[in-house]
């Protein structure tokens, strides 16, 4: 994940310290190629491409495709990040069928949008599949323990700083997860919801130089739950007090984990 980063600040940013980040982003969940008959599924637009997470199915039609038959995407939620990003919850107006191959599509997409996966080795975007299995999923995910902080983070870039709070992710099920995140500023009593995708063994909160879905402004201290969803939007929610945390205000090294 550190590496990433770094290829992201090196694509995005140089080394005049005045440079912007990339103007736009679309990006989908689940990131695997088979889903089940009730998965779920998370679009998520960065800075010019949040306009399109607002206007799903509005402006802009969301659908699987499979063959002459298309199911309609409902958007159920929608959240706004606190730096750039936006995103969309989306449930299948039908149940899927089993074996077939999906593509997803959205319509009517500016000129410079591009929509599906990167593909490094021919450098273009190829459409986004899942293949649906012959089964429902209905576990909710299995926590060991409540998450715990166990570390922070604040490093200065040429584009902007990236701030991050980094918990421990007790969280195990056999799809992929998402994580309910609500960050409560305890000064301004604004709390602001977003999903957020865990990195491995650890929960990241906070903002990349970039973008992120919190930028912990305005305050020093803060609470957080986690709630948590597999692919298929089955829920272990939060029980309990929330966790008390305070952002991070000492510029930190960069370092590999």
């Keep these: 994940m550190r590496q990433l980063l770094i290829f992201i600040i090196a694509f995005f940013c140089t080394g005049n310290v005045y440079a912007d980040c ?7 969940f689940p990131k695997g190629n088979t889903i089940k008959q009730n998965t779920i599924f998370i679009i998520e637009g960065y800075a010019n491409s949040q306009e399109i997470i607002l206007q799903l199915n509005k ?9 002459q038959q298309k199911i309609k995407l409902l958007v159920t939620e929608t959240y706004v990040g606190q730096f750039h990003l936006t995103q969309a919850i989306l449930k299948p107006e039908k149940e899927l069928k089993i074996g077939l191959e999906y593509t997803m599509h959205v319509d009517n997409l500016p000129e410079f949008e591009k929509f599906g996966k990167y593909n490094n080795i021919t450098e273009k975007y190829d459409l986004i599949k899942y293949k649906t299995l012959p089964e429902n999923d209905h576990e909710k995910p299995n926590l060991s323990s409540k998450p715990k902080e166990i570390s922070k983070g604040l490093i200065h870039f040429g584009c902007g700083p990236s ?3 980094v918990f421990t992710n007790p969280a195990k099920d056999k799809s992929e997860i998402v994580i309910k995140t609500t960050v409560k500023n305890l000064k301004t009593k604004k709390e602001t919801t977003y999903y957020i995708q865990p990195d491995g063994k650890k929960i990241v909160i906070g903002h990349g130089m970039c973008s992120g879905a919190f930028n912990f402004e305005n305050g020093n201290n803060f609470e957080v739950e986690f709630s948590f969803m ?14 008390k945390f305070t952002k991070p205000t000492k510029e930190t090294d960069y370092h590999e984990d």
């Design 22 to 28: 990339a103007g736009n982003g679309l990006w989908v």
């Design 59 to 67: 402006k802009h039609d969301i659908y699987l495709k499979s063959g």
């Design 163 to 165: 701030i991050e709070v």
């Design 230 to 243: 597999d692919a298929s939007g089955n829920s272990t929610v939060w029980a309990g007090q929330r966790i």
